[in-house]
């Protein structure tokens, strides 16, 4: 049989499992390993696994049997997102204090106002609050201040003095401002507004510089070695890459496992180039697709606007890319460019896939759900409800700097009465994000 050849039946186990009790044969790898504490060789047990609805991590615990020496950790194993984030929030209310955080080793944090930073790396990842940070860091700070007093009474005096600033925010004495960096994009913050925009918190996508990709472990192939292989034999030319399904090696988003992923360059009438990519895992049968722009980045940004009065409405084509905002002004919704990533599909379709992604969201169905939000929640899925059943008229926004999206026209003869398209100048923040500001395109 040859190597490449596959057995037809069998089906391979994921590569990270859920860690349920009827797993009968956990997949636990053993490592002969040092002991930090005796110098005497212990055993390293490791075990992948699955967060449901969170992650992909490494359960590691060592032992040694020598000096009886035990430790356990867990590591983030699931994929570094593309972009960077960084999220400014205006604390203000009990409330933000009590907002859950979720940060990794790579998120810094700083406040302006006192001229303070954590450095990313210096502190592990944890799920925590924002009053959390604060007491973690007051704590940190007095746990050596009765031997400075002794020995650097001048510097114990100024740390008593940044300590009372620190505990003024944390009572809230006055407004103030947080800022958070994850150059890994794992940062998360919680909305108490969910689904609604959280007007206090500003986010913005980023791309990572080479340094901090090298921080990050992430080191970029030659492109020259990066080669697409087409499903059929044969050498492709430009000319013939349209219209040809083309096949690449990847990993499974669900179970991590190694499969295939086809894509395919397709052209949208009246609009441009795409190419759409589905994903197929034969480990979880995880399905996925995705449609990225595949003419580039448009001279100016567009914003598109849509009447939704009906079910010819919903049949309109629709691609929203991976860069466009979507909002829903009548709901009170505005959703981000990842949220959804890019989809070529319908009105109606978009609309199905917003109310799918946050009906089984564990942020608003979990066991630690907060009883109001889950009101909330309930209360707009039933006006998206409406929606979809033609009892309300809403306006459908796409905002896309790039401008690689579309939504079709129901006129022959340009825009419908129900369809508006305005083309903008780019700020310097949507350059930024594009990453368009660092570029350099003359006297190469």
């Known amino acids: 049989m040859a190597e490449n050849q596959k057995v037809i039946g069998v089906k391979t186990k994921p590569l990270f499992r859920n860690l349920t009790a009827d797993d009968p044969e956990p997949e636990i790898t053993e490592i002969e390993s040092l002991c930090l504490s005796c110098g005497q060789n212990g055993v ?48 203000a209310t009990p ?3 009590n907002r859950q955080v979720i940060k990794s080793d790579y998120t810094s944090v700083k406040i ?34 009765p031997v400075r007093r ?41 909305n108490p507004n969910a689904p609604l925009k959280d007007e206090q918190c500003a986010v913005v996508r980023f791309r990572r510089t080479t340094e901090q990709d090298h921080v990050l472990g992430m080191y970029h192939e030659n492109s020259d070695n990066v080669l697409l292989k087409p499903i059929k034999e044969g050498e492709y030319t430009l000319e013939e890459i349209e219209g ?12 991590n496992c190694p499969c295939e992923t086809n894509m395919k360059m397709t052209n949208i009438p009246h609009f441009k180039e795409v190419v759409i990519m589905a994903t197929v895992c034969e480990s979880c049968g995880h399905r996925t697709n995705e449609v990225k722009s595949g003419g ?17 409405d919903f049949s309109r084509d629709l691609l929203k890319s991976e860069t466009c905002y979507m909002e829903i002004p009548e709901l009170e919704l505005e959703i981000g460019p990842a949220a959804l990533g890019g989809r070529f599909t319908t009105v109606e379709g978009i609309l199905m896939a917003v109310k799918d ?26 006006q998206l409800d409406q929606v979809l059943e033609g009892k309300r008229e809403i306006t459908l926004i796409l905002d896309d700097a790039a401008g690689n999206s579309y939504i079709q026209s129901l006129s022959d003869d340009g825009l419908d009465s129900g369809l508006k398209i305005t083309k903008y100048e780019r700020s310097f923040e949507q350059n930024e994000e594009l990453g368009l500001n660092d570029m350099k395109v003359e006297n190469y």
């Open 296 to 312: 580039g980045i448009e001279p100016r940004g567009v914003k598109i606007e849509v009447t939704v009065a009906g079910k010819e």
């Open 357 to 382: 992604q946050l009906s089984t969201s564990t942020a608003f169905t979990g066991d630690t759900s907060d009883p109001e939000t889950v009101k909330k929640m309930e209360m707009f899925l039933s």
């Open 44 to 91: 390293t047990r490791l075990l992948l696994t699955k967060i449901p609805h969170y992650k992909d991590i490494v359960v590691m615990s060592f032992d040694c049997e020598h000096c009886g020496y035990q430790n356990n950790e867990i590591q983030n194993s699931g994929k570094i997102q593309d972009k960077g984030i960084r999220i400014t929030l205006q604390v």
């Open 244 to 255: 040809e399904v083309l096949s690449f090696g990847t990993n499974c988003p669900e179970c």
């Open 150 to 190: 002794k020995e650097y009474p001048d510097s114990a005096v100024k740390i008593d003095q940044f300590l009372d600033k620190l505990r003024k925010l944390r009572s809230l004495d006055e407004p103030f401002t947080i800022v958070f960096e994850d150059i890994s994009g794992e940062f998360h913050i919680e």
């Open 95 to 97: 409330r933000d204090l």
């Open 112 to 145: 302006p106002s006192l001229d303070f930073e954590i450095p990313s790396r210096s502190q592990k990842g944890e799920i925590t609050t924002i009053e959390g940070i604060l007491q973690k860091t007051i704590a940190g700070l007095e746990q050596d201040q």
